[in-house]
């Protein structure tokens, strides 16, 4: 059985190369398109990388395990509440996004205006030399230096439109257009990651949403946003849990 990976905004399958090494089974990443890739005109919202995602998994023929972080973790929760794709399990740490009381974070916000949007990531992409760049702030949230690194240098225009593109597609939740079709159980087992220490954590939505789509639950106590940085040995061990406990 075979886990993919799936990664946020605004990062690369770079993130999750801590956490591949400590799992022992076969594991693959996939890259976003416009995420140090090009990305297809039509992909223009959230359910065009829903259809992308469902035939990258189609094409694997076999049924998978799903993990998802972040943006990659809504589209995992769409592709198993909505699409005709083998899974085997699957596991989302921002479940809350889906919450109907879910509010968008500050960034998120201004990323859904025009052209608030456009200013602000092409400011993060032309900064002066010695200023923060993307990935720089995002390190309060635990992202690594290395992986900051690694986003401002493939953060380029292609990058800030499908940022704007997602986040512009999801307003105000997702529950409000996706939700009708994940108000019940999963059509798999499901893992709820519920990373405490994030400064935008929400873990009574995430809660809430685990018990409504017959989910596991699991809070990861001092970890933040990017806890397979954080602590992978950690990370893998509640996965590889979560894995033993399904039927093979």
Known sequence: ????????????P???????????????TLRLPGFGSPRPAHLDGKEAYAGWLAKE???LGEPVDLVGHDWGAHLVMRIVSAYDVPVRSWVSDVAHGWHPDYQWHEAATLFQKSPEGE??????RMQA???PGFG???????MSAELAAEVDTVHDEEMSTAILTLYRSAWPNFHT???????RPAQAPGLVLI?????MAQPAMDLDMAARLGAQAVELDHLTHYWMLQDPDRGAEVLNRFWDSRPA
């Open 57 to 59: 998994l189609r094409a």
């Open 14 to 28: 770079s993130l999750w190369n801590d956490l591949r090494g400590r799992i022992d089974r076969p594991a693959t």
């Open 1 to 12: 059985m075979t886990v993919v990976f799936i990664h946020g905004v605004p990062e690369t």
């Open 119 to 124: 200013e602000l990531l092409a400011s993060l």
């Open 177 to 183: 257009d996706w939700g009708k079709d994940f108000d």
């Open 129 to 131: 030399p010695g200023s």
């Open 195 to 199: 990373p405490t220490g994030d400064p």
């Open 136 to 142: 720089d702030y995002l390190r309060p949230r635990g």
